[in-house]
């Protein structure tokens, strides 16, 4: 079954550390994202990118890093200078032409919380 | 004024009630809606995709678009328990890669 698969379901992060969330695709998307969700503030743009060796950054970067070495990878990190890191990660993929351009598929997400 | 402005609710219903859920937006650019529905700790599920103004039926599900009033709508029809959910509006400029999203409307469907 093609799908957005992320990984862990739940993760703990001490004080100081850096976690890294783990985010692979199997539907051949060129793009990809990621997001945080906090209740009541919807879904916040992290990163993105279009292109494998490629990445921007989005609303709430900072705090975070990405890498896309492979097309069907797109690792973020929560680094120590994100200070308030608790929130439910969710990574997205979608096609970067044709009909289906504009419309992104979710995995089915992280949730972080500080020990 | 944000982009996106939507109802967080929450929204209680009967089962078989007809549910309208809404969002306004203030930028004329955006060409492309889209509703999702994410059940609690899950990832939000594509419901419906729309282009320019009109309506669009799936179902039980009614999407409905209006540009002259930046007002967007989904209904849905004889609901049901299994629709109790938090449902999202997005929508997306022309040739841009970030879909701008509503909070989101947090539905009961009462059995």
């Known amino acids: 079954d093609g799908g957005i698969t992320q990984s862990p379901k739940y993760l703990f992060r001490k004080e100081g550390q850096n976690v890294t969330l783990s985010c692979e695709q199997n539907?051949?998307?060129?793009?990809m994202y990621w997001y945080r969700q906090d209740p009541g503030q919807g879904l916040r743009l992290i990163y993105y990118s279009q292109i494998v060796n490629d990445f921007q950054k989005g609303d709430i970067a900072e705090g975070y890093s990405v890498s896309r070495e492979k097309k069907e990878s797109f690792p973020l990190t929560v680094t120590s200078a994100q200070k308030n890191p608790t929130a439910f990660y969710l990574c997205?993929?979608?096609?970067?032409?044709?009909?289906?351009?504009?419309?992104?598929?979710f995995g089915a997400g992280t949730r972080l919380s500080v020990l | 004024q944000k982009e996106v402005e939507q109802d967080p609710g929450p929204l209680s219903v009967p089962e078989g009630a007809i549910v309208s859920l809404n969002c306004t937006y203030s930028?004329?650019?955006?060409?492309?809606f889209m509703w999702y529905r994410q059940y609690s700790r899950k990832g939000p599920e594509l419901l419906m995709y729309?282009?320019?103004?009109g309506n669009k039926e799936d179902g039980r599900f009614t999407a409905q678009v209006d540009k002259s009033s930046k007002y967007i709508s989904l209904f849905i029809r004889d609901s049901q328990p299994s629709d109790s959910a938090t449902y999202l509006c997005a929508m997306i400029k022309g040739g841009s890669e970030k879909l701008v999203f509503g909070k989101g409307t947090k539905l009961t469907v009462n059995p």
């Open positions: 930028n004329s650019a955006f060409q492309y």
């Open positions: 539907l051949n998307h060129d793009a």
């Open positions: 729309t282009y320019s103004s």
């Open positions: 997205a993929s979608k096609e970067t032409s044709g009909e289906g351009k504009n419309i992104q598929y």
